[in-house]
Every structure is written in structure tokens, then in C-alpha cells.
């Protein structure tokens, strides 16, 4: 069974920083993707960033890019989401997400169907 269990969230204030953690089970370390999504209320969810087994080099959007870095412990079987320069519209809870055996070209177009629980970030002004 693959459990993922996020942690790190809390209230930082603008231009701060915070770093997630994404520790995962039950799926092999060497045929993986894992990604980072965040939901605001009242808005859709948003995909953040991913990254897997077969390319270590992250993808992100946008919207987050330059600021937020994501970074994989396979000793640790963890997923890390550094987040720098936090913006009040950074506000959310971010969930990760597995996707294992990873079979997709890269891992924006991966198929994660198993979720954590996520962890709120709040970020005041």
C-alpha cells in the first residue's frame, strides 16, 4: 500500500520560507514520480512541480518557478518542497503525489493516484 504523509506547513510571513517534506512508502525508489499540488480555497487545484526516478531535474510552473525548489532523499524516501520568497497567494494546502511504476515521458503528465493527506501554508502580508 502507498502511504505519503506531508509535513512543514504552517504561517510564515511575506518573503519568508518554508520547507515541506513528502515522506512516501510502499512504491520502489527507482520507478517513481512524485509531484506537489497546492489548493487555495475556493480555487482549483494547481500543480506545483514534480519530479522523478528517470529525471532528477524537477519541472514547475510558472507561477512558482525561481522560487520553489524540489528535491528527492531516496535514502529518506523523501520528497522535499523548499519554498523561498512566499507570497500571500502562496496560501494553500499543498498535497504530494505518487505515481508508480512511472511510466510517463516526463513527470508533468504523470498519472498520481495515490495522495496525502497535504499540510496548510499560510502566508501573511
Known amino acids: 500500500e502507498v502511504q505519503l504523509v506531508e509535513s512543514g506547513g504552517g504561517l510564515v510571513q511575506a518573503g519568508g520560507s518554508l520547507r515541506l517534506s513528502c515522506v512516501a512508502s510502499g512504491f520502489s525508489w527507482d520507478d517513481y514520480a512524485i509531484a506537489w499540488f497546492r489548493q487555495a480555497p475556493g480555487k482549483e487545484r494547481e500543480a506545483v512541480g514534480c519530479i522523478s526516478s528517470s529525471d532528477k531535474r524537477p519541472m514547475y510552473s510558472d507561477s512558482v518557478k525561481g522560487r520553489f525548489t524540489i528535491f528527492s532523499d531516496n535514502a529518506k524516501n523523501t520528497v522535499f518542497l523548499e519554498m523561498k520568497s512566499l507570497k500571500p497567494e502562496d496560501t494553500a494546502v499543498y498535497s504530494c503525489?505518487?505515481?508508480?511504476?512511472?511510466?510517463?515521458?516526463?513527470?508533468?503528465?504523470?498519472?498520481?493516484?495515490?495522495w496525502g493527506q497535504g499540510t496548510q501554508v499560510t502566508v501573511s502580508s
Open positions: 503525489a505518487s505515481d508508480s511504476p512511472f511510466i510517463s515521458p516526463k513527470c508533468s503528465e504523470g498519472l498520481y493516484d495515490s
